[in-house]
């Protein structure tokens, strides 16, 4: 079963501007873990966020978490086409991390 | 280190056939976890070992699919016999403990026919 769930499904913008992924999940969690997939790839961690994290930062990548609301946002700012990909969210508890059904950015050149 | 590699990266196969997935996690990483990826289903957690010990295989769609960790080095996933439903990307990942998230490998697509 999916805990995350990303919004929006599809995000198509220009190159330069910002893209703002969110994502919702239902029980408690040790950290939240975003991650990447090209078309026919695996996927590649970002960024990691504990549960006791409010903001993190990582080049271009900003995430945040809010606990009370069981959500988080990953911001990929001055977006370039090469960040077209598969964007996932993914709860860990208890050693196991379960995914989101990810967002689909496509940034136009 | 060269990752998480796993074999083949493509299997076509007649139903009613063995398959055998092939995963080698990173030197180090004592958590192994197997993922499928479908279209309709996404990202489902077939089975998950720490320590070389199976921790948890609630995700295992049935009989047909088992999972071994031999050692620290090398884990299969096994279907037997496969059906057209099993045509998914296999994705083995590997991780140290709760740091830094989780390395995948590069996928096994099956494809039963």
């Known amino acids: 079963s999916q805990q995350g769930e990303e919004d929006p499904q599809a995000l198509s913008i220009q190159e330069g501007e910002n893209a703002t992924m969110n994502c919702s999940y239902k029980?408690?969690?040790?950290?939240l873990q975003w991650y990447r997939q090209n078309s026919g790839r695996g996927l590649v961690h970002l960024i990691l966020i504990r549960s006791n994290e409010r903001e993190k930062h990582s080049g271009r990548l900003r995430v945040t978490l809010d606990t009370s609301k069981k959500s988080s946002s990953l911001l990929i700012t001055a977006s370039r086409a090469a960040d077209t990909a598969s964007y996932f969210c993914a709860t860990e508890a208890g050693n196991m991390l379960t995914f989101g059904g990810g967002t689909r950015l496509m940034v136009k050149p | 280190d060269a990752g998480v590699i796993q074999s083949p990266r493509h299997e076509v196969t007649e139903m009613g056939q063995e398959v055998t997935l092939r995963c080698k996690p990173i030197s180090g990483h004592n958590s192994l976890f197997w993922y499928r990826q479908t279209m309709m289903r996404g990202l489902e957690l077939l089975i998950y070992?720490?320590?070389?010990?199976?921790?948890?295989d609630s995700g295992m769609p049935e009989d047909r699919f088992s999972a071994k960790m031999p050692n620290a080095s090398f884990s299969t996933l096994k279907i037997q016999p496969s059906e057209p439903r099993d045509s998914a990307v296999y994705f083995c990942a590997s991780s140290q403990s709760h740091r830094d998230g989780y390395t995948f490998g590069s996928g096994t697509r099956l494809t039963v026919v």
């Open positions: 070992f720490n320590n070389n010990v199976p921790i948890d």
């Open positions: 029980t408690s969690i040790n950290n």
